[in-house]
Structure formats: structure tokens, C-alpha cells
């Protein structure tokens, strides 16, 4: 089991960018995928991007294409999520999740992922 904590979140205005952080208790392998989610009130939780540790194939969902950024830091064993041209609609908790996948591509779905963080919230301003 991987443990994982987020950081990064916070308040900001539309336009604005944040980082988020996602550090592991323990080594991450080429293995596992993690993914970044969010869920914002009222709403169902959603993929925002997945990344395949290790090798990097990363993807995003279509309404954060182009403006965030999902990245590794391989000896950290720490999963980044950059996020620029913030919206108010990107306002939510984000998680981030890692799994064990054999395939080439990562998975968006929910029951993929086995350890998860606690969150952290992103709040964007108008």
C-alpha cells in the first residue's frame, strides 16, 4: 500500500496557477499510473489527468488540455499537477491516486486506483 499527501492547493484568482504536489510514503514503480481527480461540491468525482510512472505517458481530460501539466519527479517518488489559466470552474478538492496497471496506458476509472490522499482544495476567484 502507498501512502500519499497532497499539497499545493489554495486560493487564487481567474488566471492564476498553483502547483499541486503529490509525495509518496514509499516507492512508486513504473506499475503504477497516478492519476489527479477532483470533486467539486455537489458534483461527481472526475478525472483530471493521469500519468504513468516512470515511463511519463500522461493524459488529461478535455477541459484542462492545454492548461495543465501532469509531471514526475522519479527519485522523489512525487507526482506533480500544474495548473495554469485557472477557472472558477476548476474550483474543487483534488486528489491524487495511485494503482498497479500493467498495460501502456493509464486508466481514468475510480476503481483502478488503491491509495489515495486526503485532498486538497483549489479555489478559484473571479
Known amino acids: 500500500q502507498v501512502q500519499l499527501v497532497e499539497s499545493g492547493g489554495g486560493s487564487v484568482q481567474v488566471g492564476g496557477s498553483l502547483r499541486l504536489s503529490c509525495v509518496a510514503s514509499?516507492?512508486?514503480?513504473?506499475?503504477?499510473?497516478v492519476a489527479w481527480f477532483r470533486q467539486a461540491p455537489g458534483k461527481e468525482r472526475e478525472t483530471v489527468a493521469t500519468i504513468r510512472f516512470g515511463a511519463g505517458y500522461s493524459d488529461y481530460t478535455d477541459s484542462v488540455k492545454g492548461r495543465f501539466t501532469v509531471s514526475q519527479d522519479y527519485q522523489k517518488n512525487t507526482v506533480y499537477l500544474q495548473m495554469n489559466s485557472l477557472k472558477p470552474e476548476d474550483t474543487a478538492v483534488y486528489y491524487c491516486?495511485?494503482?498497479?496497471?500493467?498495460?501502456?496506458?493509464?486508466?481514468?476509472?475510480?476503481?483502478?486506483?488503491?491509495?489515495w490522499g486526503q485532498g486538497t482544495q483549489v479555489t478559484v476567484s473571479s
Open positions: 491516486a495511485a494503482g498497479l496497471n500493467y498495460g501502456r496506458l493509464c486508466t481514468t476509472a475510480q476503481r483502478d486506483y488503491n491509495d
Open positions: 514509499s516507492t512508486i514503480s513504473s506499475s503504477h499510473c
